[in-house]
């Protein structure tokens, strides 16, 4: 029988709170059999962020314990730059039976025009979109538009393919990356924006500690 499969991806540097709350709170919200988590790959170059192995290493940590989750490293690995369209056809191809929806919060969907191949990207997948405090999708935008030309909330619609756009409404939760990175940087407290364990990797490697 086909699964309901999530592909959720992010730069994860660090993964916080507000990434576990919503996917926890979409899985209460879809039947879905599965969600891949997918780390980006980030250039080396970027050294105000943490390495690709670290943020792989955080993300094991913060959705260990969750059934229904599995860490893809794909991206992680992939030689040269990692775009969604790849890791969307590549993914289509392996689970060709099953019904694949993208996961992004709204302010990721705000700029999905500027993603590489997009017009593609969002004719090859389902899209479902979370609200993110503080990211409310304009609706004369490219991205506003997409939705009211292909919003359903019917999930009998998705099949490969078909390009629809599900808004969910999830529990909001107010919490960023830069956030993070920030208080980190400043000696701030961060206990309640990351778990323990990953609060403990920070230490142990000391990360994050530079404003830049
Ligand atoms: P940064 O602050 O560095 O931009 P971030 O907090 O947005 O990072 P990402 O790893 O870039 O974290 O996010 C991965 C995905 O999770 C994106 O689709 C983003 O929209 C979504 N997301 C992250 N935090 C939230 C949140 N608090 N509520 C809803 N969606 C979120």
Do not use: C
Not at 12 to 22: A, L, M, S, Y
Not at 51 to 68: C, H, K, P, T, W
Not at 130 to 148: E, F, Q
Not at 169 to 181: A, F, G, K, L
Request: hydrophobic share 40%.
């Amino acid at each position: 029988m086909s699964k309901l499969i999530g592909v959720f991806g992010g730069t994860f540097d660090p993964v916080h709170n507000g990434h576990t709350k919503i996917i926890v709170n979409l899985l209460q919200l879809i039947p879905f059999d599965e969600i891949k988590v997918i780390p980006n790959g980030v250039p080396p170059h970027r050294s105000s962020v943490g390495s690709n192995s670290d943020r792989l290493e955080m993300v094991y940590l913060a959705f260990q314990g969750i059934n229904q989750i599995s860490i893809d490293e794909r991206e992680i690995h992939r030689k040269g730059p990692s775009y969604a369209i790849h890791t969307a056809r590549e993914v289509l191809n392996e689970f060709h039976e099953d019904k694949i929806l993208w996961i992004m919060g709204s302010d990721a969907f705000s700029g999905i025009d500027t993603w590489f191949e997009w017009e593609e990207f969002i004719d090859l997948v389902n899209i479902l979109v979370m609200a993110r405090p503080g990211s409310k999708i304009d609706p004369t935008s490219k991205a506003g538009i997409l939705i009211k030309d292909r919003q359903t909330s019917n999930l009998d619609d998705f099949s490969q393919g078909i390009g629809k756009i599900l808004i969910v409404d999830i529990d909001p939760v107010n919490i960023s990356s830069t956030q993070v990175r920030k208080n980190l940087a400043f000696g701030e407290k961060v206990n309640d924006l990351i778990l323990d364990d990953v609060s403990d990797y920070i230490d142990s490697g000391k990360l994050y500690t530079k404003t830049t």
